[in-house]
């Protein structure tokens, strides 16, 4: 008799026991590679930092969950009343010069929550917007 191919599984096996785990591999439940920790596209953003100068902190740098090649496509910073302080554009996660120090034409910014708005793009060449606000503590 001809199967219901309904019933397959992820494999294209008729009644077959492979199943999609959470990082969208097809595997059998008992493949010791089976719902590993697989990498996620998800961005770190502290809510605080501390432009104090002691080497600490001193940047409001994000960290990716994969510290792969993630590219940071937009990094703007607002005060509280929505005056833009900061901008970035296109760098790598990875790059120090580009993370927001407190300043706004060298002048340290006082103490309080600032607002941004971060696109990053994963290496799988999704796309993800964050908005938020993060506090300068000094």
Excluded at 16 to 33: Q, T
Aim: hydrophobic share 35%.
């Amino acid at each position: 008799p001809e199967y219901n191919l309904a019933c397959t599984d992820c494999a294209g096996i008729v009644n077959g026991f492979f199943v999609l785990d959470d990082c969208g591999n097809c595997l059998s439940r008992d493949d010791p590679e089976f719902k590993l920790l697989c990498p996620q596209n998800k961005l770190f953003i502290p809510n605080a930092f501390s432009p104090n100068g002691d080497q600490v902190n001193n940047t409001f740098q994000v960290f990716g969950s994969n510290q792969n090649n993630i590219q940071i496509k937009t990094y703007i910073i607002f005060n509280r009343y929505a005056a833009k302080l900061y901008e970035a554009r296109n760098f790598n996660i990875h790059t120090d010069s580009f993370w927001w120090d407190g300043l706004y034409k060298n002048i340290p910014q006082p103490m309080g929550v600032y607002v941004y708005i971060i696109e990053a793009e994963f290496e799988d060449g999704s796309h993800k917007t964050y908005q938020g606000n993060v506090t300068l503590v000094r």
